[in-house]
């Protein structure tokens, strides 16, 4: 299983980006899926995640301008961001909780990291 981000680049502040992350692979299902992001020198965070009923939580630094949404049919996640700051800048990182089904092994569940993709916002 795969995830593949995009959507990240250059903006300037008070600007917007969509960010995706697609889901690859055999799939049993999809449960949490969720963003971070680390900026330079610093620990990564959570940004915002969204389980498979919808219920989502955010960083306190993005509630009110990030949204989260996922398309279930599509295994997709996006992250809508507007009135990006400065301090926004980082390398955004997608995660899922993905269950897998293996002959040998039955039906289990793992992590599985996307491999970033980075937002600078200018000011």
């Known amino acids: 299983v795969q995830l593949q981000a995009s959507g990240g680049g250059l903006v300037q502040a008070g600007g917007s980006l969509r960010l995706s992350c697609a889901a690859s692979?055999?799939?049993?299902?999809?449960?949490?899926v969720g963003w971070y992001r680390q900026a330079p020198g610093k620990q990564r965070e959570l940004v915002a995640a969204?389980?498979?009923?919808?219920?989502?939580i955010y960083g306190d630094s993005v509630k009110g301008r990030f949204t989260i949404s996922r398309d279930n049919a599509k295994n997709t996640m996006y992250l809508q961001m507007v009135s990006l700051k400065p301090e926004d800048t980082a390398v955004y990182y997608c995660?899922?909780?993905?269950?897998?089904?293996?002959?040998?092994?039955?039906?289990?569940?793992?992590?599985?990291w996307g491999q970033g993709t980075l937002v600078t916002v200018s000011s």
């Open positions: 692979g055999s799939i049993f299902s999809i449960d949490a």
């Open positions: 995660t899922a909780a993905v269950t897998v089904e293996k002959a040998t092994m039955g039906r289990y569940e793992y992590d599985v």
């Open positions: 969204i389980d498979n009923i919808g219920s989502t």
